[in-house]
């Protein structure tokens, strides 16, 4: 079942670029929406994660916005840096006996050239 | 805190072998998991331990077993090993039922010939 699509696959940027990664999700029923980055031979660990209350939520270069109505959440990457290159991975999760279980979208290989 | 940690790294095994991937937490965490990741299809749950005694399975659960003896660690066993189950595999862990950011192992690299 797809679930999560993630888009676009892989996004090549230059330093100082605002790379933006979408997921859309049909599980009305999901409550928390994170980004999780993971570079190359290392587990993913959390990026930066928002909960349905609120539409925007910044924490330091990286922002997520969230539109409840559209079923679509964002990642965006201000003054992006060689040091991002990495995939990114939305992963909701939420909603009755869940437990947190994460349902992960298809992943973004995201370039920052110098 | 050395986190969740898994063993092995690498692994290469011969089809219908068994072996089981290890991993443990020393962080308290009630909740465990196992995914596999492959190309182009991000992270897949395997199955899932919300305490000790308690599992069930995820998504791909066929082709392998679980148990969780104790809060620390969360085998994963593969019974007999196919080509298909090539992948890299993580556990995670998150501290309870309520608070979801969950922290992922190194992960081991498997590889069936």
């Known amino acids: 079942q797809q679930q999560v699509k993630q888009s676009p696959q892989s996004l090549i940027v230059q330093k100082g670029g605002i790379p933006i990664i979408n997921c859309a999700y049909e599980?009305?029923?999901?409550?928390?929406f994170p980004w999780y980055q993971q570079f190359p031979g290392k587990g993913p660990a959390l990026l930066i994660a928002?909960?349905?209350?609120?539409s925007e939520k910044k924490e330091g270069r990286f922002t997520i916005s969230f539109n409840k109505s559209a079923k679509q959440f964002s990642l965006h990457i201000m003054d992006s840096q060689p040091g991002d290159s990495a995939t990114y991975f939305c992963?909701?999760?939420?909603?009755?006996?869940?437990?947190?279980?994460?349902?992960f979208g298809q992943g973004t290989i995201l370039t920052v050239h110098p | 805190n050395a986190g969740v940690t898994q063993t092995p790294k690498f692994q290469v095994l011969k089809t219908g072998q068994s072996m089981t991937l290890q991993c443990a937490q020393d962080?308290?965490?009630?909740?465990m998991s196992w995914y596999r990741q492959d190309p182009g299809m991000g992270l897949r749950l395997i199955h899932y331990?919300?305490?000790?005694?308690?599992?069930d399975q995820g998504e791909v659960p066929n082709g392998y077993n679980v148990s969780r003896s104790t809060t620390e660690d969360f085998p994963l066993r593969l019974l007999s090993a196919a080509p298909s189950q090539t992948s890299v595999y993580f556990c995670?862990?998150?501290?309870?039922?309520?608070?979801?950011?969950?922290?992922f192992g190194p992960g081991t690299r498997l590889t069936v010939t």
């Open positions: 992963a909701p999760s939420g909603g009755g006996t869940s437990y947190g279980k994460l349902t």
């Open positions: 962080m308290n965490h009630e909740y």
């Open positions: 928002i909960r349905p209350d609120v």
């Open positions: 331990s919300v305490g000790a005694g308690i599992t």
């Open positions: 995670a862990s998150k501290p309870g039922l309520a608070r979801d950011e969950q922290y």
């Open positions: 599980n009305t029923a999901f409550d928390y």
